[in-house]
């Protein structure tokens, strides 16, 4: 093989498919003529294709099993693989907006349907803590017209010094307590 | 391959256009029908670009499996440009070399590196080199070829495969693999050298 040839190298294979012009073209044509290896590969090159064309044929296949084949891909073709777009499905959009308007509604009545305005309410609990039973009272402060509400834990020990009930550990006075929320917290 | 050849296998596949642009906007609108007729059209070209890839028949039918399967999946975004059949081999295509590359696994595919020794081994030793007793006589070609294609890699195979049966341009190749035009130079030179060394009992000789 020739300097030339091994610097020609591609573009030989290039020539035989008609894919080289200009500069290239004159100087593999002058080469190739003056080149019997070049020339043969050049036939070669032909040959080839010509047998992989015509010469290479796959083996057969039967019309059962090509329709066996489309019988599987209609039937996984309706199958979506995982992590495909979004698609519009009308039933799940009906579906999801039927959610949404009932809720809305349900809202929508929570909000404008009329309430009476909520009086105080108290509540007495009593809570143990430590050794000793301690008296608390919970009183419960709901504000009218849906303002904040309010809790708060009475101390009825203290309560009684400050409101100075008689008898120790007795029932408070609940509208005392309540009246003054303020004070005499802990 | 000859223009007029590539030119006849190209219009073999194709239908009058008008209706062959009605088929594809039924097949994108997901029409069953649409996509069985396509089908049918296509089938064989497409398992024939597999098996010439991958030279085994299961796994060419799995590979027109997949590829049909994919394009049905895949109908809303196809853009006609290219044109279905070349979709489908585009997808078909790259799925042979992708199991011709898992077939091989670590084993690295007959290289340009070794196609380059070959190419300067003299003829004659070439020759000597082959055992007489695999030499078979006329009409054994196709044998020959497909043995002598089992040794290139996957992308050259494809390459030839490509140029030699689909008749496409080294500019269309390039497209199709996603690789330059000199890439396609020259994997389509080496693989011919491999193969003029192979079978130049049935191809060298005639001049």
Known sequence: MKNECVELNELVSAYADGEISGADLERVEKHVADCAECREFVAACRRIDDAVRADLVPPPVEDRRWDAMLVQLKAAGGQRPAGRKWRFHPARVIAFASTMAAACLLGLAFVMLPREPEKPVEYGLEIEAGAEPTDYQVVMIAAPEGGLSMMVIVDIDDQEEDTEVEKPGGKPDEKEAGGKPESGEK | MSEEQAGKAKASRAWSEPAERDLLARFRRGEEKAFEELFTKYREAIYAVAWKVLGDREEALDVVQEAFLR??????????????????????????????RARRGEQAPLEEETL????????????????????????????????????????????????????????????????PIGTVMSRLHYARRLLAGKLRRFVGDEE
């Open chain 2, 71 to 100: 394009a049905f999946r895949g109908a809303s975004g196809f853009r006609a440009e290219s044109g279905f059949y070349a979709w489908v081999r585009r997808i078909a295509v790259n799925l042979s070399i992708d199991r011709v």
């Open chain 2, 116 to 179: 380059a020794e070959e190419k300067h081994a003299p003829a004659a030793a070439r020759l000597a080199e082959e055992d007489p007793a695999d030499r078979v006589a006329g009409g054994e070609l196709a044998e020959a070829l497909e043995e002598a294609l089992s040794e290139l890699g996957a992308e050259h195979r494809t390459v030839l495969m490509l140029h030699a049966q689909e008749g496409l341009s080294y500019k269309e190749i390039a497209g199709e693999m996603d690789c």
